[in-house]
Nanobody
Framework: QLQLEESGGGLVQPGGSLRLSCSASRFTFDYYAIGWFREAPGKEREGVSCIGSSDGVSYYAESVKGRFTISRDNGKNTVYLQMNNLKSEDTAVYYC??????????WGQGTQVTVSS
């Protein structure tokens, strides 16, 4: 069973930055693709970014492209989401999830990101 834990959320002013971390419990972490999702009040959960298991190929939603950067450190079993130039519409609970095949089977508990002045 893969366990994921997010950290790094908080309150930041518009234009500020945060770095989220997603730490995994298993040493086979590098076999899994990792995605970041977010859920804002009253909205459906949406995919933000993901990174491949072995090739490190990344994907970004249009709304965050150019502002967010995903990366992974397999030696530390951790995936990062660097978020720059944050906007109020980025306010949400951010979740990381892992998939070995086509479906994200494992999810973290989420971390709150609030962008407000």
């Amino acid at each position: 069973q893969l366990q994921l834990e997010e950290s790094g959320g908080g309150l930041v002013q518009p234009g500020g930055s945060l770095r989220l971390s997603c730490s995994a419990s298993r040493f086979t972490f590098d076999y899994y693709a990792i995605g970041w999702f977010r859920e804002a009040p009253g909205k459906e959960r949406e995919g933000v970014s993901c990174i491949g298991s072995s090739d490190g190929v990344s994907y970004y939603a249009e709304s965050v492209k150019g502002r967010f950067t995903i990366s992974r450190d397999n030696g530390k079993n951790t995936v990062y989401l660097q978020m720059n130039n944050l906007k109020s519409e980025d306010t949400a609970v951010y979740y990381c999830a892992a998939r070995y095949g086509m479906v994200y089977d494992y999810w973290g508990q989420g971390t709150q990101v609030t962008v407000s002045s």
